[in-house]
């Protein structure tokens, strides 16, 4: 089922472009402090959401990063 | 805290920056990094270019230079200025102050105040609002505000998450009391409870250096340092300055009436946090030069005064201009300001020391 969030995601993060839910952040090819600022900068600027780093550290797998958006 | 302010003015500002010039991939590649990546990073963050300090040569020396191309460039006489604010987090020593040694160097009169005001890239606002209240209210008619750092001596060249960001200058600009009643508008901000979050541990009185402070030790990211390198959590730095940088921005702006600024000079963390916190203020990306980090690199206290010397100095010379300045970082501190400057004196940015 297509998952517009994860999309958004997708096109905001590079290294997540062709990421699953289910992926663990830790096997991602470039998945770093980079990566990291992008998907903090994506959720302030798509939901208005300031995120902590040890917010998004503590994330293991790319669903952990959705479920910190809101729906 | 907001502030008010009004009566004075800048006739003028020059930076100098470091004379050695580095290279992002360059140097990736020399530590063994993928170009691929280091492309990457380059690409997304914004990190081309930057020039450091020479070897023996310090954010005094830097300002130093600044301040006598000012003065020439302005042909004011050193013995006419009241008061020198000194914004640094590398001076020459704990003590004394690097005011006084530039005093000294500059031959000033000796009924001149001088002090040191310890701030990073949120400084130069911090010691522009210094310099006005001594021209609004402290008796002063010319103050020299210098500004600068060389936080590249700082890092460890092993600590790839750090090191590649910091570029180092020094900059002078002459604030001078006047019968001008238009109000500057400063808002400043605190969050002592984030200190950690960019710091140099050893060096001072609560950790002296000793030889344990120098061990290296490797973060589970395999980056180096020890506890006299400055260390700085990029993620939390930038969630605080998303969360803080861009209500004081609408806060001043609201202060000042203005809808939107004739020009920017935001402190060049790098462009990937600049443009993030622009885009959160609201303000137009075309109003605000974001590409300094990409040719001097991050340069603390004086990356606000190398956007004004740069990139906004042919409009500064041509004046008047609805400036938005805003630093954000170590303390952490915010401030920004909204005033009106030029016509202004800004000598070209030059390297220290000269080719």
Partial sequence: ?71 | MHSSLSHFRIAGLAVTTGSVERDFIADGLAAGLERAQLERVAAAVGLRRRLVAADGVTALDLCEDAARRLLDALEVDASSIDAVVFVTQTPDHPQPNNASLLHGRLGLSKAALSFDLSHGCSGWVYGLHQAALLCAHGGAARVLLCAGDTLSRLTNRDDRSIDPIFGDAGSAALVERTGLAEPWHFVFGTDGSGARLISVPAGGARLPVTESTCVVHRDPDGHARHDGNLRMDGAAVMAFALREVPGAVRSVLAAAGWERPDACAFHQANRFVLTSVVRAAGLDPATVPMDLAERFGNQSSCSVPTVLASALAARLAEGPVRLLACGFGVGLSWAAAAGVVGPAVCPPVLPFPRP
Avoid: K, Y
Wanted: charge should be negative; charged fraction near 25%.
């Fill in chain 1, 1 to 71: 089922m297509n998952d517009p969030e994860l999309d958004r995601l997708r096109a905001a993060v590079d290294v997540l472009a062709e990421a699953a839910p289910d992926d663990l952040l830790g096997s991602i090819r470039g998945w770093d402090s980079l990566a990291v600022l992008m998907f903090i900068s994506h959720c302030e600027h798509a939901h208005g959401v300031i995120l902590t780093g040890p917010q998004v550290r503590a994330c293991v797998r790319v669903r952990d990063l959705l479920a910190l958006l809101p729906r």
